[in-house]
Each structure stands twice: as C-alpha cells, then as structure tokens.
C-alpha cells in the first residue's frame, strides 16, 4: 500500500498534476460558494476541456472540484445564511447563528479543521478498504454485477427526495437513454430513428451539460437577482481559531461525523448530503443541550461538515472498486473515466495503478491545499457573489455549447444539450431529482451487458439466480428497498447530491 | 409542482407508446445469440409506464423549484430559451464566433436589460475569451463560420 501511495505521489507531484490539483481544489472552493452553481453543473462544464488531458489529469481536476465544493459551501452558509451546494444547508443553521453572535471565525475555522480531519480520514478509509472490497468483487459474475446495479439503482430511489416513484422513472429512463445506439452485442441499431450521431448512442457530455449546465441557466434566469447581508470574515488567521471550550465540544462530534459520514458515502444513493444531515441529527440527539441546536451550537457545525467531507471520500470507493457511482457527480466522473476508456472496478488497481494511487494522493493533496485555502482567502472568495449574475449566466451558455460541440464535433448534440436543457428544467419543476437520471444511463450499458451474459449463460432461465446466492441477496434488498419505499412513504426526505 | 408533475408523467406515458412501439419491432430472443436487443428495451418501457402512473397517483406537493411564477411569463427565461434554441439553431450556418456572438447580445439586451453598447461590449469579449481558452489554447475545431474561416489561416483555431 505505501508503495502505491508512494507511486501516486510521483504521479502527482508533476507540475501539470499539481497545477490541475490546486485548480480543482480553487474551483471546486468557489462553486461552492457560488449558490446556484453546484458540483455536477461544474463537471459537467469542465468535461469536453478534461477529455483534453489525460485520464489521471483528468479525474484529478474534476475530483478535485467535488471535494472541493464540500469546503466551499460553508463559507457562504456560515456568513450569509445561504447554502453555497446542498451538503451545506444545515450548516446555516448553527454556523450562521454562530455568526450572529460574534463568532463567525470558530465557525468556518472549526469546520474547516474537521472536514480536513474528516476528508483525511476517509482518503485513509478509501486506501484500507479498497484492496479487501476488490478482492471480494473479482469473483463476481454476470448475475452478481446485475444484481449489484439493481440494489444500487433501488437504493438510489429510496434516498431521493422526490419518492421512489419519481425517482423510479427517472432511474428507468436514464436506462433507458443508456441503451440508444448499436445493440453492444449484435450491432443492431436501437433507438436511432435514422439520425447518424445516435448511432454511436447519446454522449454522456451533451446529456450531462443540458441536464445541469443549460437547466441550471434558465433556473438562474427565472430567479431574481438579489444581494444578501455578507457578514465580514475574520480578518487575521487567529481569528478563525476557535477557543478552548469549542475546541472540546467540537472534537468527538468531528470524530462521530467522520466516521458517519465515510460510511453513508459507501452507499449508492448517500454521498456528501445525506452523510450532513444525519450527523446534525446524531448531533443534536446525543448532545446535553439540544435546545441550542439552531441558536449557535459549534457541534452543529463541526459534526455536519466533517461528516459531508468524509462522504465525499467514501463515495469513492464504490466508484474506483465496483464501478458504480454513489451520486450524479461520481456518476459524472464516471463517465468521464469511460469517456477515457477507463473502466473501473476491482482490476483498476492492477490494471492503472498510476491513475488510482495518483488520485487517493491528489485527494490528500487536495485536503492541505483547501485548509490552507479556505481560511485566509474566505474574504477573496466572498468577492465572488459580487460578479452579476448576467456574466456567470452568459459565460455557461457559450461554454455549455462549444463544449458539446467539441467532444462530438458534431452539431446535432448541441441541440440534443439544449433539449436536454428544457428536459432538465421542467424536470426540476416538477420535483424531480436528476441524479438517478445520470446514474442509471451511466450504468445501462453495464447492467445490460450483465443482464444478457446472465440470461445467455442460464438459457433464459431466470431460477438460476437462486445458485448464486449473493446476487440473490442483492436482489432481495432491491426487492425490499423499493417496497419499503413505496409503503413507508411518509419518511423524513433527504436532499441528494444532484448537484444543485 | 403537482402540475408540472403530472405533466411529464402524462409525457412518460406517451413517451411509452412510441419507445414500446419501436421496442416491439426489435428481437427480444435469438436462439444463437440469446437475449436479443429488444428484452431490456421492452421491459424498460412497462416499468417506465407503471413509475408514470405512480407518478401520477402521487404528484408531490409544494412550490416548484424556481417559485410558483410561470416560466412563460419570465422574460429572462424565455430570453435565454430562446438564445439556447437559436444558437443550436445557427451554429453549423453561422459557425460559434457569431452566433455565440448574437446569442450573447441577445440575451444581455432582451433578457437582462442591458443597455446595447455595453452589452455588444460583453458579447466580444466573451466570444473571445471563450474562443482563445476553447480554440487557440485547447485546439478544439470550430464549427466553420464566416470569422472562423477568417482566422483559421492565421492559426488561432482550426475549422471542425
């Protein structure tokens, strides 16, 4: 392992690797102070200019805005009361009160302490716990790999905020929209109604650029221009350190969120958001004062954001060792690996050690880079909600467009980008959560390649799936999920990672 | 959001008839090759009508996103609708300098009030930022325009 580690270090440490590093890192920090403009809005904006570059380059930039962001979306949670992405609306709570009453510095100093302890712990969690995972999914087959898909997809549902049902057919359709193009096995062409660009299927970039890019433009233009209080930063480093007695409130809730928050990342469908939410919840029920939960509490703030950074970690291993993406912004670096002709999974480690081990180093990198970042610049990064919205807004139209243009080079998916666009709007309007959306037309192709190597194998016998007792279990969860879904409907909703 | 709810489940259903209209013109069973093109296609579109009429036994409730006021009656939405439209529109007749040009102009006059000197301002330099980061510094090829095919020979971008 520590010469894996050792290997993504001279991976990294290059000057174009670096540079990409503190890019992701600076970028990922101010989207997420930009409300609005969330982590997958921002990959997808940067995925025609990451096919640039190579694949370790690549998922080192676009890695790093994902966890970046996490960083970023508490600064203006903290000092406006407006969440910067959505794994930061509960800090608003506590951090803003925080603010209110003198103590803005602790805040954002104490959360970004412990989303570095946080973020550091989970890079350790991914390292520890993707050889083992690897080794227990090498011996998966057809029915396992489809049956995993399945479990994933269901989980997916039954976390989104929409409801099962609506996330049900978004999921459905995402599959849907995976399978346009040449049968994988038999070349026939599905889907296609004569259009030559189809043939190849639908691109991940003007689907993933309409979706969040060019819907995201139009909720910006529906939504009035307004400028909120800022209230002013610490203006010396010794500022942002919190006292003795936050210090000692702040340090098991640090440690509880971390480990909360690597855990629910594992989950298909958990990731940064839901990981925040729960942790104020644990927080909040174990704490011997929760009547100041809301009013001020640092343990609002410290749980929270150590529990989104460490999901943010987590999600990763899902996505490196099975190939199968947490969330719509792991999704996203998904397709962009594809995109590359990485596929990931158990072999990634042997296969593209120097892609695998640079990132878990990129990661570590990313978390002292972002420390040092995130406090002394939180005044410089506020600047940023200063710049109109007529100049971010018209920036991502020309951007969504010859970004489309330039991974096809073709103009029919530019208008397939803008049709996805109005799609991805009136989706939104409607309640629809996006993320299973791109989740599952990422893993179609996957699953249906699964599915029919399945079938083919047991002749069209779909009883054999009881002599492979894991992919049974898979599908038992998946049965049960969705039932729990559909029964208990009434239960607390969570906000997923949809990158809005 | 019951509305717009509803709507895209009543779409989903009818999205169902002509992708389940299609489906069934593929095979779904080979005897050589197995499960044929057709099977998860098929399947898909049933389950995408029964989520449909979940849908539509439970719209949800509350304020669309974006608030309770009509796309249609917001002037910056339809500005930039339209300046998205007309660029995929324009791009393989105008090339991206000027229709990304145009749109942007557009867009700052009609759906941001801007007055016409500044936004005819604006609109270059973005185009021309976007096209020295995207055309000259990445090498994408441009959609061929009348001012692409002027700078190509001068080596700042190439025609696509």
């Known amino acids: 392992m520590m010469d894996g580690l050792i290997q993504g270090f001279a991976v990294l440490l290059t000057a174009q690797n670096m540079g990409l590093c503190v890019l992701g890192a600076v970028l990922g920090t101010l989207v997420g102070v930009l409300p609005g403009l969330g982590p997958a809005t921002t990959i997808a904006l940067l995925l025609p200019i990451s096919l640039k570059l190579d694949p370790t380059g690549a998922i080192i930039l676009l890695a790093g805005i994902y966890y970046g962001v996490a960083y970023g979306g508490t600064i203006t949670s903290v000092l406006m009361r407006i969440p910067g992405e959505a794994s930061s609306v509960v800090t608003c709570l506590d951090g803003h009160a925080m603010a209110r009453n003198g103590r803005a510095g602790a805040a954002l100093g104490i959360a970004a302490i412990g989303s570095f302890i946080a973020g550091t712990f989970g890079i350790l969690g991914v390292m520890l716990l993707s050889p083992p995972l690897a080794e227990l999914v090498i011996a998966f087959g057809p029915w396992e790999y489809a049956a995993l898909m399945l479990a994933g997809l269901s989980l997916i549902a039954f976390f989104a905020a929409s409801g099962v049902a ?13 399978l346009v193009g040449l049968d994988p096995i038999n070349g026939a062409p599905r889907f296609t109604f004569g259009v030559p660009a189809l043939v ?8 993933a650029l309409g979706l969040f890019g060019l819907s995201e433009l139009l909720f910006l233009a529906l939504g009035k221009e307004q400028r909120a209080e800022i209230l002013r930063p610490p203006s010396t480093l010794l500022g942002f350190m919190p006292n003795r007695e936050e210090w000692r409130r702040s340090a098991m809730p640090i440690a509880r969120g971390s480990v909360l928050g690597f855990l629910i990342g594992l989950l298909p469908g958990g990731g940064a958001v839901l990981a925040s939410f729960l942790s104020y919840g644990v927080e909040k029920r174990l704490s011997k004062h929760p009547e100041q939960f809301g009013k001020g509490a640092i343990e609002g703030v410290a749980g929270p954001e150590s529990a989104n950074n460490s999901g943010t970690a987590g999600a990763f291993i899902p996505l490196l060792t099975l190939g199968i993406p947490a969330n719509a912004v792991t999704a996203l670096l998904l397709g962009a690996l594809l995109v590359h002709g990485v596929q990931p999974g158990p072999m990634i480690m042997e296969r593209q050690p120097e892609l695998y081990w640079g990132v878990i180093a990129s990661m570590y990198m990313g978390n002292v880079i972002l420390l040092i970042l995130n406090l002394p610049f939180v005044g410089l990064f506020v600047r940023a909600l200063e710049v109109p919205r007529r100049f971010m807004a018209t920036a991502i139209l020309l951007v969504c467009v010859i970004g489309t243009w330039s991974t096809g080079l073709n103009s029919f998916d530019v208008l397939l980008a803008v049709i996805f666009g109005f799609l991805g709007f009136v989706l939104r309007r409607g309640g629809f959560d996006l993320g299973p959306l791109v989740l599952a037309y990422v893993l179609g192709p996957t699953l249906e390649r699964s599915l029919r190597q399945a079938l083919l194998i047991a002749d069209g016998d779909l009883t054999e799936i009881v002599n492979h007792p894991i992919a049974l279990g898979f599908l038992v969860v998946a049965v049960l999920v969705l039932l729990s879904g559909v029964v208990f409907r009434r239960r607390p909703a969570v906000v997923q990672d949809s990158g809005s | 959001m019951r509305w717009s709810a509803r709507a895209v489940a009543i779409a989903a259903l009818v999205f169902c008839g002509f992708a389940g209209w299609e489906a069934a013109r593929l095979p779904n069973w080979s005897a050589f090759d197995g499960p044929g093109p057709g099977l998860l296609p098929q399947i898909l579109v049933a389950l995408i009508g029964v989520a449909a009429l979940g849908v539509l036994a439970a719209p949800g409730h509350g304020e669309p996103e974006g608030g309770a006021e009509s796309p249609l009656r917001s002037r910056g939405v339809l500005g930039y609708g339209g300046a998205m439209l007309g660029l995929a529109v324009a791009l393989p007749h105008l090339g991206f300098i000027l229709s990304g040009g145009l749109a942007t102009l557009l867009v700052m ?12 301002l604006w609109a270059v330099l973005l185009v021309g930022a976007v096209t020295l980061l995207f055309g000259t510094a990445l090498g994408v090829p441009f959609p061929p325009g009348p001012p692409e095919r002027l700078l190509a020979p001068l080596g700042l971008l190439r025609l696509g």
């Not at chain 1, 190849?200 to 689907?207: Q, R, S």
């Not at chain 2, 006059?109 to 005819?120: D, I, K, N, T, Y």
């Open chain 1, 166 to 178: 609506k996330a049900a057919l978004m999921a459905l359709f995402g599959l849907f929209l995976g």
């Open chain 1, 200 to 207: 190849d299927g639908i691109n991940i970039a003007p689907l």
């Open chain 2, 109 to 120: 006059r009609v759906a941001e009030g801007v007055a016409w000197g500044a936004a005819l």
